[in-house]
């Protein structure tokens, strides 16, 4: 599986990562888990609908951060990411702590 990210998400990490420190590293085993199941899996992740275009946007909903303990994976961050079938691609396009923001950003999805 091969990982892309927006300029847009990259920021999103930056400034998530200063809050809680062990981000990276839990984005990183969500790619393992993408890697071997990248397709929507409910209740961890839903397919994003009403958008209007071809493309597989998934919202991941439950993210384990080792950083927001004692909450295990229903910590209120969101990743919101493209899934592309034949090319085997995923592309990271939002990440957001639900206590900040309550929906992706539609606009954000669409520009990709």
């Given at each position: 599986m091969n990982f892309q990210e927006t300029d847009e998400y990259r920021k999103d990490l930056k400034k998530l990562t200063k809050r809680f420190k062990t981000l990276p590293e839990d984005i990183e085993t969500l790619k393992k888990v993408l890697t071997v199941a990248p397709d929507e899996r409910p209740p961890i992740s839903y397919r994003v609908s009403?958008?209007?275009i071809p493309d597989i946007i998934i919202k991941v909903k439950r993210i384990a951060c080792?950083?927001?303990?004692?909450?295990?994976?229903?910590?209120?961050?969101r990743l919101?990411?493209?899934?592309?079938?034949?090319?085997?691609?995923?592309?990271?396009?939002?990440?957001?702590?639900k206590g900040d923001k309550e929906n992706e950003d539609r606009e954000r999805i669409l520009g990709l």
């Open positions: 009403g958008l209007g080792r950083a927001l303990k004692n909450k295990g994976s229903n910590t209120g961050l919101i990411y493209c899934y592309k079938k034949e090319s085997e691609e995923i592309i990271f396009i939002e990440l957001y702590f």
